[in-house]
């Protein structure tokens, strides 16, 4: 064997490493939520069915019904039940094992993920129309300069996404009514609290190819074009949705 051949075999050998990530083991609370999901899946549980009670889940699992509390928790963080005092808990999405190579927490992550970014969609336009209307002179400038460190923490490879709410929370503010602002924040926290470790949604480089078109939404929000605003809110959004689809599609 040439002594480049063996050369660029050692190479590929020593990069193929990259591709690992590190083994995670399982907390108590994992366990649960994989267990319910099987316990769901084979009794054919739907939306509107009702789990079972904490206490009966803990006997079942040999658990404690904190175990269970703070599973359920996650999941309703995550939009996928609904618990009514005094009624019990029930479903409110369709959860079944993910199959092939995705895990089964990355794919409720998701879906819990696309509810928040419907909800987000809706209100994310109304802002970003009023702040078009709205913005003062200085609350534009504000926003321009935002967007600026933004751009520069990204093409740094820094980490922006404290940068990124900065910017958003800008435009909430110019929009006239900050409590929009307060709502979709509120909105991230109660996802980000349901998350497991180590999820994929926390990996820098996720929502990073949106970021270019924040570029277009502060043009519009400060030439006071509405519709432009709108489209580019929109486009934003909808980048986001496709990376969460692609991440989790089984593959083929």
């Known amino acids: 064997m040439k002594t480049d051949d063996k050369k660029q075999q050692t190479n590929k050998r020593g990069s193929a490493a990259k591709y690992l990530t590190p083994i995670r083991a ?20 739907e939306v509107g069915d009702q789990l079972p009670s904490e206490t009966v889940l803990a006997e079942q699992l040999g658990v404690g019904r904190s175990t269970i509390r703070e599973a359920l928790n996650r ?17 409110t999405a369709t959860i079944r094992p993910a199959r092939g190579l995705i895990a089964t927490e990355t794919k409720l992550e998701a879906e819990g993920l696309l509810r928040i970014i419907d909800v987000r969609k809706t209100l ?14 200085a609350q534009k400038t504000k926003i321009q300069d935002h967007y600026s460190k933004l751009k520069k923490r990204v093409e740094s490879g820094l980490p ?40 994929p949604f ?17 043009d519009a929000i400060v030439n006071g074009d509405v519709e432009a605003a709108c489209d580019a809110i929109s486009t934003i959004l909808q980048h986001d949705i496709d990376e969460i689809r692609e991440m989790t599609e089984a593959p083929k």
């Open 202 to 218: 926390d990996k820098p480089d996720f929502g990073l190819r949106s970021i270019q078109l924040h570029e277009e939404l502060t």
């Open 160 to 199: 922006w996404r404290e940068a990124d709410q900065a910017f958003h929370s800008e435009i909430y503010d110019a929009s006239g009514n900050s409590i929009f602002g307060q709502v979709i924040f509120q909105l991230d926290d109660t996802f980000h609290a349901a998350k497991f470790r180590d999820s």
């Open 75 to 91: 999941w309703e963080g995550l939009g996928l039940l609904k618990r009514r005092r005094g009624s019990g808990t029930y479903l």
């Open 124 to 137: 994310e336009m109304e802002v970003v129309a009023r702040a078009a209307k709205n913005a003062t002179a």
């Open 26 to 45: 399982k907390s108590r609370t994992q366990e649960v939520l994989e267990a319910l999901v099987g316990m769901i899946d084979a009794a054919g549980l």
